[in-house]
């Protein structure tokens, strides 16, 4: 079921907040402030409105109130601990000005490329690209399990005499059957793929279907279903196709991948280009300038 987010706010969060502080000794005579203050340490504050930020949607007012006081409560630790670190350590220790300015550079720049190449990837990748893609790059591709398109039905035992139907279809591959069959399902607390353009590895397969594979080779070249019961409930399994592992995965069961390796290198080609043109603007513009030992140092022999 999809939920749909709103932003709750209690009106008597403000009210609780204020009490857990008054609890605690308050905060003394407050100034007039066009925020309200939840808590103060030293000359850091708390501001009511940080606390509410931090309280998911649609959470209870018993829930949020817990919530507001286990933030406040870490919150004040932490300052306390930040005020007697800045304290201790020597001045030299507590400057990160290079590594706050480092990290602000980056998440700038990661904002500003993912508006850039959102604004300007094409995200449709043409058949023929992705199989020209797929037939250059096969190497890319080796199965390391198993891969199989594959019909199953996992039913409760009980259900067994209104499978008939079910078996029938299995066996004839009646794709007419399908929809029917999925709606059976659905009513009767089966679970099933019966979509025959999916590709599954054996790993993710048997979590879903407790196959017993001494054979793996011989048991999924079998293209009659095979039917067996396991803890309680009747599972109909048919093979439709396979290939084994350490060769190249059909091109089907690796569309997904090869899609997105097209829309990476898009992605990579848009930053490149973009990168190259501003650098060559800024040049051409003057607002580069490289001094005399700056050019020195790119003449220098390497250390």
Known sequence: MTRVARRIR????????????????????????????????????????????????????????????RYMDQWIREQVMVHQAER??????????????????????????????NERLETVVLDEDATAYYERNKSSFILTDYSVRVLFVSAPEVMDDQMEEMRDAMASLDSSQFLAMERWCVENGATFSLADDIWWTLGDLTKEVPLELYRAETQIARRRPIEFEADGRIYVVRFLEHALKNDVAPFEAVRDQVDEL??????????????????VAAWSEGAVQRTEKGAALRSAPSL
């Not at 290079?98 to 190449?117: F, G, I, M, P, T």
């Not at 097209?262 to 650098?279: T, Y």
């Open 88 to 117: 201790w350590l020597p001045e030299n220790e507590t400057d990160f000005s290079s590594e706050l300015e480092a990290y602000r550079n980056a998440l700038l720049l990661h904002a500003y490329k993912d508006r850039y190449v």
């Open 10 to 69: 209690f009106p008597s969060l403000s009210i609780v907040v204020g009490s857990l502080l008054a609890g605690c000794g308050g905060l003394g005579e407050e100034p007039v402030q066009s925020e309200a203050i939840a808590a103060r340490v030293y000359e850091q504050s708390l501001l009511l409105s940080e606390i509410e930020d931090h309280i998911p949607s649609g959470t209870s007012p018993e829930d949020s109130v817990a919530m507001a006081s």
């Open 262 to 279: 097209i829309l990476h290198q898009r992605r990579k080609k848009l930053l490149m280009e973009l990168e190259e043109n501003l650098v």
